[in-house]
């Protein structure tokens, strides 16, 4: 056997003996993995459907025009583009058409639970090719939309970008279109953690909000690796040539042909996403989250936002003195599947955080409900207390583990 081939079982065998609990990752569905792993790899199609540049795309194009049309009823929006390669891409898209270097652009703090491309300053490219203000949070660990809104007035941004990928309680995305509306910015809702509880019904959707979505479809959609980005009703009024900016933003302003076979795989999920087991999947990651904060914070510990409204919990390790990398190296070893997460007020860099970040997708798609979350609860606490008990080399001596 090829050794990549000897490799990718080993995996298919680790993933399926571990809990995987990181919240960005998921089980896509069989015919997912059909369609991505299909000949349809093998074309390529620069351009759009019905306008490419390549011979023999006439199926391509029918494929393609089905994802468009299923990620267009998903949310009742006029237009949706789905050839961005990610998440990043997708939102470096936006900005591509939306604001011009040396701009203003806000967004969400890494460090709080925003994403890199949010405008995380220095080291990334929406950090360094505009001028990037961020917020955060409270003490409490909460959003405090009368400061964004000041702070927000006085920065005057062209663009907020907002979205998370470690912030455990709801948007209000009402509030974030007043304070965006009050100073003629776009707002852009960056969904792609939580697309699938929004589907779902079990967690606020910005589609009334927002001018601009953008998604990746391989979290919470339990789809391929890929994105979407949606115009909406209220972005089309703002600009009536929206569409045709957003799609030359991506090709050919960011990236050359679209993968097929991730189109594909694309329109297979938005399809499973239609369907009455998908709401109920959504509703029921976002129940086990709860009871899985519950349960933990029932053990002594201390949670960001002191519980959750999402799909994952970030567990502040500060109060017990222990490294967020030592912890999920633990907890890897015990079969648990985390990663290490920064927290507010995190005196630590990032690679050695005070803070773990669990999520339920990938368990829930398993089809665990509450009462396994208190028993992985149960799992959790010991190998915490283990670490705590042996007193095993923290934060500063972390990257000596």
């Known amino acids: 056997m090829d050794k990549i081939l000897e490799l990718i079982k080993k995996e298919e065998k680790r993933q399926a003996e571990t809990l995987m609990m990181i919240p960005s990752e998921n089980y896509t569905y069989p015919e997912v993995r059909e369609a991505v792993g299909s000949i349809l790899m093998h074309k390529y199609s620069e351009g759009y459907s019905g306008a490419r540049y390549y011979q023999g795309n006439k199926i391509v194009d029918d494929i393609e025009r089905l994802a468009v049309e299923r990620a267009k009823k998903l949310f009742g929006t006029p237009h949706a583009n789905v050839q961005p390669y990610s998440g ?10 939306l604001v011009n270097p040396g701009e203003t652009v806000m967004g969400m703090q890494l460090k709080v639970g925003g994403h890199l491309t949010h405008g995380h300053p220095d080291i990334t490219f929406s950090g360094k090719y505009f001028r990037s203000v961020q917020f955060g949070v409270d003490e409490d660990g909460r959003l405090n939309y009368s400061k964004i809104a000041k702070f927000a007035k006085v920065e005057k941004p062209k663009l907020m970008l907002i ?3 470690a912030y455990p309680l709801a948007f209000d995305w009402k509030k974030f279109s007043e304070i965006a509306d009050s100073i003629g910015a776009w707002l852009v809702a ?4 939580v697309i699938g509880l929004i589907v779902a019904g079990a967690y606020p959707s910005p589609i009334n909000y927002a001018h601009v979505i953008t998604s990746t479809t391989h979290k919470t959609l339990r789809g391929p690796r890929g994105a979407i980005i949606w115009v909406t009703n209220k972005g089309l009024k703002k600009d009536p040539v929206l569409p045709s900016k957003i799609d030359r933003a991506v090709f050919p302003g960011l990236q050359g042909g679209p993968h097929n076979n991730t189109t594909a795989g694309i329109a297979v999920a938005l399809e499973k996403a239609e369907m009455p087991e998908f709401k109920k999947y959504g509703k029921q990651v976002v129940k086990n989250a709860i009871a899985l904060g519950v349960a933990l914070k029932m053990g002594g510990l201390s949670l960001y936002g002191d519980g959750t409204e999402s799909h994952l919990v970030v567990v502040n390790l500060m109060p017990l003195g222990l490294s967020g990398n030592v912890v999920a190296e633990a907890l890897e070893i015990a079969g648990v599947v985390v990663n290490r997460n920064s927290v507010p007020n995190d005196p630590m860099p990032p690679f050695y955080p005070s803070g773990i970040r669990l999520g339920t997708p990938a368990i829930t798609a398993r089809g665990m409900k509450e009462k ?3 028993q992985i609860a149960e799992w959790i606490l010991k190998v915490i207390d283990y670490v705590k008990a042996y007193k095993l080399p923290q934060n500063k001596d972390a990257r000596n583990t």
């Open 88 to 97: 990043s891409p997708a939102n470096s898209a936006v900005y591509f058409a």
């Open 163 to 165: 979205g998370t990928t």
């Open 190 to 193: 960056d969904i792609s953690h």
């Open 372 to 374: 396994e979350m208190e």
